[in-house]
Every structure is written in C-alpha cells, then in structure tokens.
Nanobody
Framework: QVQLVESGGGLVQAGGSLRLSCATS????????MGWFRQAPGKEREFVAA????????YYADSVKGRFTISRDNAKNTVYLQMNSLKPEDTAVYYC?????????????????WGPGTQVTVSS
C-alpha cells in the first residue's frame, strides 16, 4: 500500500509561486511514475503534470506548460510541483497520485493511489 500526503498549498496572489510536495509512507514510490491532478469546484479532476519513475521524462497539461515544473527525489520518497506565475484559474484542490497501470500518463484511471489533496487558491 502506498500512502500519499500533499503539502504546500495555500493562498497566493496572481503572479506568485508555490511549491507542492507529495510525501509517502509505507512502500517506496521510486518504482512508480507519479502525477499531479487538480479539481476546481464544479469541474472534473484534470491532469496537470506527470513524471516517469526515473525522473527522466515529464508531461504537462498545455494550461501549465512553461509555468509549472514537476520533479522527484526518490531518495526522499517525495515528488514536487513548482508552480510559478500562478493565475486565478489555477485555483483548485491539487492531488498527487501514483501510476499503477497502463501507458497513458494523462488519464486519471491509470493512477491507483491518491493523496487527500491540498487547496491552492490564487487571488486576483
């Protein structure tokens, strides 16, 4: 069992930055590809970014490309999401997830372990 916990969310002004962390307990995440998703009120949960198990390949949603950076430190069992140039439309609950099946990094159905989420609010 992989237990994930996100941290680093909060309230920030537009144009500001936040760094989210996703830490694990129990099994190591070093063999899992990892992803970040977000869900705004009244909307479906959507893909934000993903990273291969080695960290050598990353994927981003078009809406965050060039502003967000996903990274991982397998020695610390932690995945990060650096968010710069934040916009009000980035406001959402952000979830960390471990990919457990399939080859589509963008599909939430391929992620089997999820954290409880952390709130990010960007004010205008």
């Amino acid at each position: 069992q992989v237990q994930l916990v996100e941290s680093g969310g909060g309230l920030v002004q537009a144009g500001g930055s936040l760094r989210l962390s996703c830490a694990t307990s129990g099994r190591t995440i070093s063999t899992y590809a990892m992803g970040w998703f977000r869900q705004a009120p009244g909307k479906e949960r959507e893909f934000v970014a993903a990273i291969s198990w080695s960290g050598g390949t990353t994927y981003y949603a078009d809406s965050v490309k060039g502003r967000f950076t996903i990274s991982r430190d397998n020695a610390k069992n932690t995945v990060y999401l650096q968010m710069n140039s934040l916009k009000p439309e980035d406001t959402a609950v952000y979830y960390c997830a471990a990919k457990t099946r399939g080859t589509n990094y963008f599909a939430r159905e391929t992620y089997g372990y999820w954290g409880p989420g952390t709130q990010v609010t960007v004010s205008s």
